[in-house]
């Protein structure tokens, strides 16, 4: 079946430096790629997305590119801070043959800030 | 807007006992759907509906039942637990905008334990 591939599953940066996720996905007709945050304990929470059609996008210190091509896409954060420690997701979005829009989350990257 | 909501926030059941789980949103989605949530294994999509009276199995039904009799309300049902259904169970809703994605929007979990 389609899927999803996180790197890494876990990383440690120093407050201050960059931080880089990536995901690659197997099913060519997904056309839209959202980004979760989830804190320890609460929810997964929207922080950035990106559609096809754009190869990238800036809000603030969080950036995605997206590679149709190679089929990957990533997450960067730039200066990073104690509160952007957190679990990240990527997913991947696609509509199957009913017209459902179906989504296919990766595994997570637990991301650590050192202060 | 109260978002999503999800009850109980916690609960311990016994094997072999039968509980439902609510999920409720007033954002008027057509979408919404049930995860659970392990440890190291990202989000699993347990069922779904794109629709009041519609349901659909995920990624892992089995053991689970659905119900979308309302379009805000959706239902998930466990008729027997099981020592494996043990999880964090998030609810997420989606508007279904015509030739647009559109991200889901989560709910803050039930820990459910069973003994």
Redesign the interface.
């Known amino acids: 079946g389609e899927n999803v591939e996180?790197h890494p599953?876990t990383l440690s940066v120093q407050e201050g430096d960059s931080a880089v996720i990536k995901c690659t996905y197997s099913d060519s007709a997904s056309?839209?790629f959202?980004w979760?945050k989830q804190e320890l304990g609460?929810?997964?929470?929207?922080i950035i997305?990106i559609?096809s059609n754009v190869g990238e996008k800036k809000d603030q210190r969080i950036a995605v590119t997206l590679n149709k091509t190679a089929k990957h896409f990533s997450l960067h954060i730039t200066e990073t801070q104690p509160e952007d420690s957190a679990v990240y997701?990527c997913a991947a979005?696609a509509k199957d043959w009913s017209g459902?829009?179906k989504?296919i989350?990766?595994?997570?990257t637990r991301l650590k800030v050192l202060a | 807007n109260a978002g999503v909501t999800q009850t109980p926030k916690f609960r311990v059941l016994k094997t072999g006992q039968s509980m439902t789980l609510l999920c409720a949103q007033d954002m008027n989605h057509e979408?919404m759907?049930w995860y659970r949530q392990d440890p190291?294994?990202?989000?699993r999509?347990i069922h779904y509906s794109?629709g009041e009276g519609t349901t659909?199995k995920g990624e892992v039904p089995d053991g689970y039942n659905v119900s979308r009799l309302k379009k805000q309300n959706f239902l998930l049902g466990l008729e027997s637990a099981a020592p494996s259904q043990t999880s964090v169970y998030?609810c997420a809703s989606?508007f279904?905008r015509v030739g647009s994605?559109q991200?889901?929007?989560?709910?803050?979990?039930t820990r459910l334990s069973i003994l």
Do not use: E
């Open positions: 996180q599953s056309n839209y959202p979760y609460k929810r997964p929470q929207l997305d559609r997701f979005v459902t829009y989504y989350f990766g595994t997570g | 979408y759907y190291g294994m990202g989000l999509l794109v659909a998030f989606r279904d994605n991200p889901q929007h989560f709910g803050d979990g």
